[in-house]
């Protein structure tokens, strides 16, 4: 399975190039985040993983276009998978909700994680901290609390409603699971695992849709932990993890923008389009971010790739 990810890319101009999409072997398009934003701008790609709820719609299209997207993108063969934002809101003061984010989750103190920001000494591989506290300044959402899990079913069926076939998980990582039981910590004695993933995706309209959690720069056990409820999208290689469960690539859309601070990658296109031509000989499923303002992505490169070692989500 080869996937072409559109970030900052509005949903009428994908359909546009539907035709492309499927010329260059791609099975599935995964979306930017529709979300509401706290500021409807396009020039900064990190403002769509500031969302302020569950809702569809926001500057790059409207539930309307979603609709229309999915039903033609079908008509191509090609699945749609939208990328949300399940572990935190949009940050206002520092660890504080925006002001524009629902009412709906403000009001309820019990949706939120513990105000603690580790941003420096934050230890990524401590399953407490990530699952438990806020990263840098955003704030986290309490992903063990059941009326929010309700919140967040309801706005994943309205998206299969709409079409939309699979989810992309955002922060994956900061997701609890069943197994996060923390019984060493002393001060949580009756601590319990999570049952957000089995609840939610068993609660969706569809059970044969796309997921993946980005887990990134992790113990390869815990992505074995994650694949039990899907694929993992993962900059994590190693021998003993089956292919099949992971989806890989040769560029994030981090580290593009975040090659160093403030620095855009100084690789070339066609290096990463050789990159990922390489890693589909080995992974049979891959993720090709479109840089802005490039169309490596319709490249020989990419297409030769598609086109080798594939597995189908179907």
Not at 148 to 175: A, M, T, Y
Not at 227 to 246: H, I, N, Q, R
């Amino acid at each position: 399975m080869r996937v072409l990810q559109f970030l900052q890319m509005p949903l009428k101009d994908i359909e546009d190039n539907l035709e492309c999409v499927k010329e260059q072997g791609f099975d599935a398009i995964q979306l930017t985040p529709i979300q509401p934003m706290k500021e409807e701008r396009r020039d900064v790609w990190w403002m769509v993983y500031q969302p302020c709820g569950f809702k569809i719609g926001n500057t790059y299209g409207s539930k309307e276009d979603l609709i229309s997207l999915c039903k033609k993108a079908h008509e191509h063969d090609i699945k749609i998978v939208l990328d949300v934002i399940c572990p935190h809101m949009a940050q206002g003061k520092e660890m504080m909700p925006h002001e524009l984010v629902d009412k709906k989750l403000t009001n309820n103190p019990y949706f939120w994680r513990e105000k603690r920001n580790l941003q420096g000494d934050f230890d990524y591989n401590n399953r407490y901290n990530v699952t438990h506290y806020c990263a840098g300044n955003l704030p986290g959402l309490n992903l063990y609390n059941w009326d929010l899990q309700d919140i967040i079913i309801e706005f994943l069926n309205e998206c299969i409603d709409c079409g939309v076939d699979g989810f992309r998980f955002d922060s994956g990582k900061s997701i609890p699971l069943p197994t996060d039981e923390f019984r060493n910590e002393k001060h949580l004695k009756d601590a319990r695992g999570c049952d957000f993933l089995p609840r939610v995706l068993s609660s969706l309209k569809r059970q044969d849709l796309i997921n993946y959690f980005e887990v990134l720069n992790t113990d390869p056990r815990l992505i074995q932990e994650y694949s039990k409820f899907g694929f993992v999208l993962t900059d994590v290689e190693v021998d003993w993890l089956d292919p099949d469960t992971l989806v890989t690539f040769s560029e994030s859309h981090d580290q593009y923008f975040n090659w160093r601070p403030g620095v855009i990658s100084p690789m070339t296109d066609q290096k990463i389009s050789e990159m990922y031509k390489h890693k589909c000989g080995y992974y049979p499923n891959t993720l090709f971010y479109a840089r802005p303002f490039s169309n490596e992505w319709k490249s020989e490169n990419v297409r030769y790739g598609n086109n080798t070692n594939k597995n189908k989500f179907v």
